[in-house]
């Protein structure tokens, strides 16, 4: 297991534009969570899975902000009509329900809207 | 809401221990230490974490005080790799299926 994969790494993207970022759990992890990271700022809180259940959305997640987990497996999150207010580095981690285990984050998608 | 504070900054020499102090005077019996580390243009990294007892692993310590109201991570013998921000969070394992992180501390290891 490589741990947790998001692609794309980069993404700079014009105003209007919509954007899709993926991102791959580790395999036996049953939750998966989206975060959003601005520069200084700790990362915040956007939503998560259990499965392929969305359970939480932050206050954040505006109306322009979907995510999916189809299967329980890999997870998409896409934005319509990018913002500029929408640059900062989208992470994802995930983790297994029930442990103390810490969680595990991938990478992240830095997202640039010009 | 954070519910940790941390020092904003702090520097260590390399090759010496680092301890990065988190104050968590509100903490319930049930929450949880955690710290994690984000290396520059990274995603962050768990390191380590406990209920009440001191706990050890390969890449640090975490020492709680017995009323639990502060912590501090020990970084043992700290590398130029060491320099990143260090978030301080505490959690209720069974429920609390999200992480709020503060502002953190950025440590940077100088040779």
């Known amino acids: 297991d490589t741990g947790v994969s998001q692609d794309p790494r980069h993404k700079i993207t014009k105003r209007g534009q919509n954007v899709t970022f993926r991102c791959d759990p580790i395999?036996?992890?049953?939750?998966l969570y989206w975060y959003r990271q601005t520069l200084g700022q700790g990362p915040e809180f956007l939503t998560y899975?259990?499965?392929?259940?969305?359970?939480?959305k932050s206050r954040l997640l505006s109306d322009r902000f979907s995510a999916e987990r189809p299967k329980g497996s890999f997870s998409t999150l896409e934005i319509q009509r990018t913002e500029q207010g929408d640059s900062a580095m989208y992470l994802c981690a995930s983790s297994l329900a029930g442990t103390d285990y810490g969680y595990t984050f991938g990478s992240g998608t830095r997202l640039t809207v010009v | 809401d954070a519910k940790t504070t941390q020092p904003t900054s702090m520097d260590c020499a390399e090759g010496r221990a680092a301890n990065l102090p988190c104050n968590h005077s509100t903490i319930s019996g049930n929450e949880y230490v955690y710290w994690y580390r984000q290396i520059h243009s990274q995603g962050p990294q768990y390191i380590i974490h406990g209920l009440k007892n001191n706990e050890t692993n390969e890449m640090a310590s975490l020492i709680i005080t017995e009323d639990r109201k502060s912590s501090t991570l020990i970084l043992p013998h700290a590398t130029l790799r060491d320099t990143a921000v260090y978030y301080c969070?505490?959690?209720?394992?069974?429920?609390?299926?999200?992480?709020?992180f503060g502002a953190g501390t950025t440590v940077t290891v100088r040779a």
């Open positions: 899975f259990q499965n392929e259940a969305q359970l939480e």
């Open positions: 395999s036996e992890h049953n939750r």
């Open positions: 969070i505490v959690r209720v394992v069974t429920h609390d299926y999200k992480l709020s």
